[in-house]
């Protein structure tokens, strides 16, 4: 059987969202922002975040995807490319959560290439404890412990991203 325990409420992730386009607004003032959501898990977070940002905002996506036995390998690979020249633009990189750190580490260098003027990472959900390699984030939603979360654009299995609260799958017997 399956269970679903609450870890964030639908009222405590718009909260969040709401501070960190207000955090991501002031920072880029007078600027434009090109907001990269890397597929498919940052999908909700991005439609909530970017309207909450006053700056100049342009939108693209990226997707990657990655190789994972039990154990993280570290090979990403992009699947869907940029559409927008972000060359001497500003970009953001809106991810769902980072766990080892390597889809985050491959996804900046693979940005980089594109001569952007900066690139900053927002994060709804950072899983630090299992960090692999270091990565810098700017921006931070919540630290979550080491279990695999689900909802608000989380998947397991493809399934659960459209609940509008985050929680950990439990899976009972069998
Ligand atoms: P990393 O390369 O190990 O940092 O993995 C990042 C990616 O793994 C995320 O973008 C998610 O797609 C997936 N992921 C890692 N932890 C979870 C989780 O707890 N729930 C759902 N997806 C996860
Ligand atoms: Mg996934």
Avoid: W
């Avoid at 909700?44 to 909450?52: N, Q």
Wanted: net charge negative; proline share 1%; aromatic share 8%.
């Amino acid at each position: 059987m399956e269970k679903i325990e609450r870890v964030l409420t639908k009222e405590e992730i718009q909260q969040k969202v709401a501070e960190l386009g207000a955090l991501i607004s002031t920072d880029y003032r007078d600027k434009e922002v090109v907001l990269v959501c890397n597929l498919k898990g940052a999908f909700i977070f991005l439609a909530d975040l970017c309207r909450h940002i006053t700056a100049r905002v342009s939108i693209d996506f990226i997707a990657t995807t990655s190789y994972k036995g039990t154990k993280s390998t570290g090979a990403v690979r992009i699947i869907k490319d940029l559409k927008l020249d972000v060359k001497g633009k500003h970009i953001l990189l809106i991810e769902d959560i980072v766990d080892t750190g390597y889809t985050l580490d491959y996804t900046m260098k693979y940005l980089a290439l594109h001569g952007p003027e900066s690139i900053r990472v927002c994060t709804l959900l950072d899983k630090r404890c299992k960090r692999e390699i270091d990565v810098d984030i700017d921006y931070i939603g919540f630290e979550v412990r080491d279990r695999f979360v689900i909802g608000y654009g989380l998947d397991y299995d493809e399934r659960f991203r459209e609940l509008d609260y985050i929680g950990e799958l439990i899976q009972e017997g069998n």
